[in-house]
């Protein structure tokens, strides 16, 4: 292996060792070329957070209580997470999906929107807002990715940091992922968006990174598979908890 390679594959064997990564975002290319990958997948520690399914309603990528009865907070839990408009397929880890969406449909861009959010306001952890996007016309135009953390020196304040590609290598990808491990607080992702592989059949990749994550904490993933050609996408859900 290139060092490329070997980094992507270092990178996929620590997130299978992380113990809780919280929500992730891959997005790339399969290993035939063929389909662009958006993966997104959810985790959590506490009930409040486990009582969480993904459903997809009208094209659209939601998170939605198991158990209405045991919902505490909706505000930071329950949102769409996949959205698509006029070609751009969004994936975020929280109500900026929609604000994203807004600014797209508006002429705006994904940064417009963005320098207008901060991070999520849950003290001590301040999880970072993640997201990723993909503007698909006759072949992928451009995929970026962003995240908004808090400031070390003043967590009052959000740091914004985006990342744009051109294409991705068959079989490989960026992942971005809101911690960098389990903690109490949790410790804020750190650095670039990081390769990784994927490989294998694309209507399986989803299944593939569900196993790799760890079985105590991992709640929902969706798998978003958009066809490089036509822009056409169909997206598969795996749930942990049935309503």
């Known amino acids: 292996m290139n060092p490329f390679q070997e980094a992507a594959a270092e ?3 620590r997130l299978s060792a992380n113990p809780y990564p919280g929500r992730g975002i891959v997005l790339g290319l399969s290993e035939d070329g063929r389909t662009l990958v958006q993966l997104y997948w959810i985790m959590g520690r506490s009930e409040n957070s486990r009582n969480r399914r993904f459903v997809e309603e009208d094209g659209v990528l939601r998170t939605r209580p198991v158990d209405l009865s045991k919902v505490a907070d909706p505000s930071l839990i329950i949102y769409a997470a996949m959205r698509e408009v006029g070609g751009h397929f969004i994936v975020t880890n929280g109500d900026q999906t929609d604000t994203i969406s807004d600014a797209i449909a508006a002429g705006g861009s994904y940064v417009d929107a963005l320098r207008t959010r901060e991070h999520e306001p849950d003290a001590p952890n301040w999880t970072p807002r993640i997201s990723g996007g993909m503007e698909v016309r006759r072949g992928l135009q451009r995929a970026w990715m962003a995240i908004i953390k808090a400031d070390p020196a003043a967590p009052n304040r959000s740091v914004r940091e985006f990342f744009e590609y051109t294409e991705f290598s068959a079989g490989y990808g960026v992942c971005l992922t809101t911690y960098e491990g389990d903690g109490d607080p ?50 598969t859900i795996i749930n942990r908890f049935a309503p």
Do not use: C, F, H, K
């Open 11 to 13: 990178n996929l064997r």
């Open 186 to 235: 949790l410790p804020s992702y750190v650095g670039e968006p990081r390769p990784v592989p994927l490989t294998g059949d694309a209507a399986r990749l989803g299944q593939t990174y569900w196993d790799l994550l760890d079985g105590n904490n991992r709640i929902s993933l969706a798998a978003r598979l958009i066809d490089l050609a036509g822009g056409g996408s169909r997206t």
